[in-house]
């Protein structure tokens, strides 16, 4: 299975690196619009995007909310598509015109869990209707590229809004939003005692009330992004190929 990744950053090298160490088992290939960052890895890539598409199985987009625009749609013509930079997908727009190419080419596009956890149950728990879900994101202000020097709410609002505003960094309340199939609520704060990403979600539901909170470990290379959600990624393309599925 060729994997294809765009985006030679850091959940690239994360990507590259489990190849290295076994963990994944795929061709790999790259594209990116900073050659410089592809020669680093020192994997095979290509600056010429459909000759990068060719024999590709999935497309990973480990880039932006722009390259999901730009790049999304020609490579669902060719490919399954893992979409990182999820607030893109809030975009009704852009994610009927994915949804339409992915009907029209019989091909699948896929959200990984990213940087939290309980989309499990969240998806589950749509099937009779979500009430309220809210998500509290804490980071240090250098993450966030803000200048705070004490614990401050920097914003509060609705899904889009957020991911418009701060599109690398709350990424993982569109995938809420999806999984609920409602808008999210979302606060974030910036918090220079704290050198995690955590993400608290509090879903009300007539089945279950959740609470979630995940304390990520930011990347070393890019404090914006956790570890985590490299690792979803690498997890969610490893279970392609199990037969066994576990969880929603
Ligand atoms: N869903 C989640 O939970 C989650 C978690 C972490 C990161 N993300 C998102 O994943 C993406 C990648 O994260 P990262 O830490 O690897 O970022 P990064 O900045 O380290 O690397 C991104 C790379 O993509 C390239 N790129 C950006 N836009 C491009 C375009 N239009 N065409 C071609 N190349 C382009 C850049 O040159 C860069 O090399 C970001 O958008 C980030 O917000 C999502």
């Given amino acids: 299975m060729r994997l294809c990744v765009i985006g030679c950053g850091n959940v690239g090298r994360i990507i590259a690196k489990a190849i290295d160490e076994?963990?994944?088992?795929?061709?790999?290939?790259?594209?990116?619009?900073?050659?410089?960052?592809?020669?680093?890895?020192?994997?095979?890539?290509?600056?010429?995007?459909?000759?990068?598409?060719?024999?590709?199985?999935?497309?990973?987009?480990?880039?932006?909310?722009?390259a999901v625009r730009e790049l999304g749609p020609k490579a669902l013509e060719k490919a399954d598509l893992i979409v990182l930079s999820v607030g893109a997908l809030l975009d009704d727009e852009l994610l009927s015109k994915l949804l339409?190419?992915?009907?029209?080419?019989?091909?699948?596009?896929?959200?990984?869990?990213?940087?939290?956890?309980?989309?499990?149950?969240?998806?589950?728990?749509?099937?009779?209707?979500?009430?309220?879900?809210?998500?509290v994101t804490t980071k240090?202000?250098?993450?966030?590229?803000?200048?705070?020097?004490?614990?401050?709410?920097?914003?509060?609002?609705?899904?889009?809004?957020?991911?418009n505003?701060?599109?690398?960094?709350?990424?993982?309340?569109?995938?809420?939003?999806?999984?609920?199939?409602?808008?999210?609520?979302?606060?974030?704060?910036?918090?220079?005692?704290?050198?995690?990403n955590i993400h608290e979600i509090y879903v009300k539901s007539k089945a279950s009330d959740l609470h979630v909170r995940v304390e990520n470990v930011p990347s070393p290379t890019n404090p914006k992004t956790s570890y985590l959600a490299a690792l979803s990624v690498i997890e969610l393309v490893r279970e392609m190929e199990e037969r066994l599925k576990v969880g929603t």
Avoid: H, W
């Fill in 22 to 66: 076994g963990t994944l088992r795929v061709d790999l290939k790259y594209y990116d619009r900073n050659p410089k960052k592809c020669e680093e890895l020192g994997k095979p890539y290509s600056m010429n995007f459909e000759e990068f598409l060719e024999g590709c199985a999935i497309v990973l987009e480990a880039a932006s909310q722009q």
């Fill in 100 to 135: 339409d190419v992915a009907e029209r080419f019989n091909k699948r596009i896929y959200v990984p869990s990213g940087a939290i956890a309980g989309l499990d149950a969240i998806k589950a728990l749509s099937l009779v209707g979500i009430d309220e879900i809210t998500l």
């Fill in 140 to 163: 240090n202000p250098k993450a966030l590229g803000v200048n705070v020097k004490e614990r401050k709410v920097i914003f509060e609002g609705e899904a889009k809004e957020a991911v």
């Fill in 165 to 196: 505003k701060f599109p690398f960094n709350i990424n993982v309340v569109a995938a809420l939003s999806l999984a609920a199939k409602k808008p999210a609520k979302v606060k974030i704060v910036a918090d220079p005692s704290v050198d995690k």
